[in-house]
Nanobody, 119 residues
Framework: QVQLVESGGGLVQAGGSLRLSCAASGRTFSSYSMGWFRQAPGMEREFVASISGLDGIRRYADSVKGRFTISRDKSKNTVYLQMTSLKPEDTAVYYC????????????WGQGTQVTVSS
């Protein structure tokens, strides 16, 4: 069974930083692309970032470019999302994902972790 477990969410003031982690288990994810999506209250779920399993190419939503960085440690089957210069509009539940598509790796989902940015 595939499992993605996120950690690192919490409450932070605007301008602050957080690092989310996602540990994958159940199968080898080294060739999978992994990503992060988020869903704010009353909003649809949206893509945040992804990292290709084949060539390591990273993609970001325009709203987070220059502030968020996605990375992965294949030896640990773990993906990270370093978030800096956080804004209140970044408040959302953040979901870790994995999949075969590098553009939208959404075959597998974690349970989500809450990130709240206060103004």
């Amino acid at each position: 069974q595939v499992q993605l477990v996120e950690s690192g969410g919490g409450l932070v003031q605007a301008g602050g930083s957080l690092r989310l982690s996602c540990a994958a288990s159940g199968r080898t994810f080294s060739s999978y692309s992994m990503g992060w999506f988020r869903q704010a209250p009353g909003m649809e779920r949206e893509f945040v970032a992804s990292i290709s399993g084949l060539d390591g190419i990273r993609r970001y939503a325009d709203s987070v470019k220059g502030r968020f960085t996605i990375s992965r440690d294949k030896s640990k089957n773990t993906v990270y999302l370093q978030m800096t210069s956080l804004k209140p509009e970044d408040t959302a539940v953040y979901y870790c994902t994995a999949g075969s598509s590098s553009l939208k790796p959404d075959d597998y989902w974690g349970q989500g972790t809450q990130v709240t940015v206060s103004s």
